[in-house]
């Protein structure tokens, strides 16, 4: 609430206030002496007025507007002067108080606004370099894996490699085995079948010739 | 029985001054209640300065914002000033309208010299008021803007005759309300005493009906001292915004 009291206008106005009042009351009062001057008969208050309004009595007027004007200029001193101004105060402290309040909620909460952006923002922060660290990890684990792998697959094939070899040379030895047994023993059955002693140079082509035909 | 009798002024020491009778009445007496009541309320209610205002402080924190708004509203944010002179004259009207509602004791705003003398303050104060504010230019008031000038012979009487009137209509409306209460409620009381010193037994039964009604009257009577008040202050708002804006 604004002041309504300042004070200076106040003063000023309370001069006018009190000068419509005791204009008033004069003419008022010289008014209603000269009706009552007409009413004789009604001339005293507290006697029963036969008849008509008590309110109609002029000569209650000099006294009642004599007391309204005494009670209500001293209302009015009092209240503008010492009631009022003290009510405004009281009202305009609360007021102030409340503004103040209210500014300081309204910083306050900027702060913790700011203070929540803050951590939002470092928790982004962690996070991404999470991610960088967890993609990196990964990265490391998926290379080293197929070093390995790689390492293993040639090692593997390494020795398919030399096994194979060994077994090659295991079979042609048994091949070679196998030959000169055919040619010893088809000799030696030739020698005594036929008693011809076949030579061994001749044995050996016969067993070869006779292999190339089972193959072919 | 005379329902009329309650409007009786009698006066408790006689002072005479400069010729006239002033005697201090019962009329006078409720009138320094009405100031004292007023008063005792402000300062005694604000005497903490609470800032979480209690009981009283509330009730005299509520009248001040009341009339504050009834002024904003109504005279405009120019009257401030002259808020301290609408409060006096509502917190006056109502409590004199107030403390007439408690039994034995006298309503003065029930005298129509009181609402006059109360009417012709506020008279004189907005025509003052115009006049300081305005100077000669004031009169323009009683010609309405916009109006053909061949009309002036009769409009300027007319509006001369309802601003004259303004403190007529004033003081008669908040004296006959308060009159015509307190005299309905007297005679229906009345009724009430009649019935049972005239009907005996039964007058106690049929009493009732009259004694309800004036039950149902006061809380009827209350809202017209409040109404009443507010209507005054009301009123007076307006003037003084037409004394400060010649419309």
Redesign the interface.
């Known amino acids: 609430?604004?002041n309504?009291?300042?004070k200076g206008?106040?003063a000023?106005?309370?001069g006018?206030?009190g000068?419509?009042?005791v204009?008033?009351?004069t003419m008022?009062?010289t008014v209603?002496?000269a009706a009552a001057e007409h009413a004789p008969d009604a001339a005293h208050?507290?006697e029963?007025?036969s008849g008509g309004?008590?309110?109609?009595n002029p000569?209650?007027?000099?006294?009642?507007?004599?007391?309204?004007?005494l009670?209500?200029g001293?209302?009015?001193y009092?209240?503008?002067k010492?009631?009022?101004p003290?009510?405004?105060?009281?009202?305009e402290?609360?007021q102030e108080?409340i503004s103040r309040d209210l500014a300081k909620a309204a910083q306050l909460k900027d702060e913790a606004e700011a203070v929540l952006a803050q951590v939002e923002a470092s928790l982004a922060g962690a996070r991404a370099e999470a991610l960088t660290l967890i993609g990196q990890a990964s990265a490391d684990i998926e290379a080293n894996n197929q070093a390995r792998q790689a390492a293993l697959s040639a090692d593997i094939a390494e020795r398919l490699r030399t096994a194979e070899a060994s077994i090659a040379a295991a079979k042609e030895q048994a091949l070679a085995n196998v030959r000169t047994a055919s040619a010893d023993i088809a000799r030696d059955i030739a020698g005594r079948l036929a008693g011809v002693d076949v030579d061994q140079a001749q044995a050996d082509a016969a067993v070869a010739a006779v292999i190339e035909e089972r193959r072919g | 029985m005379d329902p009329?009798?309650q409007?009786?002024?009698?006066?408790w020491f006689q002072?005479i001054?400069g010729?006239?009778?002033?005697?201090?009445?019962k009329?006078?007496f409720f009138?320094?209640v009405?100031?004292a009541a007023?008063?005792s309320l402000?300062?005694v209610g604000?005497a903490n300065?609470?800032?979480v205002?209690g009981r009283l402080?509330s009730a005299?924190?509520m009248f001040?914002?009341f009339v504050?708004n009834l002024?904003r509203d109504n005279a405009g944010h120019d009257a401030?000033?002259?808020?301290?002179?609408v409060?006096?004259i509502f917190?006056?009207v109502l409590f004199g309208n107030m403390i007439g509602m408690i039994p034995y004791t006298f309503t003065?705003t029930?005298?129509?010299?009181?609402t006059f003398?109360?009417a012709?303050?506020v008279f004189?104060?907005v025509t003052?008021?115009a006049l300081?504010k305005h100077g000669l230019h004031f009169f323009t008031f009683f010609m309405p803007h916009g109006a053909p000038v061949a009309l002036a012979p009769i409009l300027i009487p007319i509006e001369v005759i309802s601003y004259v009137m303004r403190p007529v209509s004033l003081s008669i409306r908040l004296?006959a309300n308060m009159?015509a209460g307190h005299t309905m409620l007297k005679v229906f009381a009345g009724f009430t005493v009649m019935m049972i010193s005239g009907l005996g037994a039964l007058g106690f039964v049929t009493g009732l009906v009259p004694l309800a009604i004036n039950v149902a009257l006061t809380g009827f009577e209350f809202l017209v001292a409040f109404l009443q008040a507010y209507v005054f202050s009301i009123l007076t708002c307006l003037y003084i915004r037409d004394a400060l804006e010649l419309h």
């Open positions: 609430m604004p309504l009291l300042a206008r106040l000023r106005w309370s006018v206030a000068a419509s009042l204009t008033l009351t008022a009062g209603l002496a208050g507290g029963h007025a309004l008590p309110q109609l000569a209650n007027f000099p006294t009642q507007i004599f007391w309204l004007a009670t209500f001293v209302l009015y009092l209240l503008s010492k009631a009022l003290r009510v405004a105060e009281v009202l402290a609360r108080r | 009329l009798h409007f009786q002024i009698s006066s002072i001054l010729g006239y009778d002033v005697s201090f009445t009329s006078a009138m320094v009405a100031v007023i008063y402000l300062v604000m300065r609470s800032m205002p402080q005299a924190e001040y914002e504050a002024v401030k000033p002259y808020f301290p002179f409060f006096a917190m006056f003065f029930s005298h129509i010299i009181v003398t109360l012709a303050v004189v104060f003052v008021l300081i004296f009159m």
